[in-house]
């Protein structure tokens, strides 16, 4: 049974910007949230743990780029949300090695 034409995306741009969204923007989103938690607490606990919990956390912003609207608005919102958690990793390193 084929997809319904009404739900699919007809123009390139937008479906481009969704599937790229949801691999490279939640697979950055994934790394810097443990790279900011492993810069605030235990290093190694976090890194083992981001072996398994980071590719869930993957799988699920790939899943939420997908149901979202518009794929540049998913972009918007997995590069701020980038830039708060190099923030963190940031402010996280300086405070480590201040104390």
Do not use: C, D
């Not at 939420?64 to 918007?76: E, P, R, T, V």
């Amino acid at each position: 049974m084929p997809a319904n034409p009404k739900y699919l995306t007809p123009a390139f741009w937008p479906r481009f910007a969704k599937i790229t969204a949801a691999i490279l923007g939640g697979y950055f989103v994934s790394v810097t949230f443990h790279l900011a938690l492993a810069s605030w607490f235990n290093r190694p606990e976090v890194l083992m743990t981001m072996a398994f919990s980071g590719f869930i956390l993957w799988v699920i912003l790939m899943v939420m780029a997908f149901l979202a609207k518009s794929g540049w608005k998913i972009w918007g919102i997995y590069i701020l949300l980038s830039l708060v958690f190099s923030l963190l990793i940031y402010f996280g390193q300086t405070y480590n090695t201040a104390a």
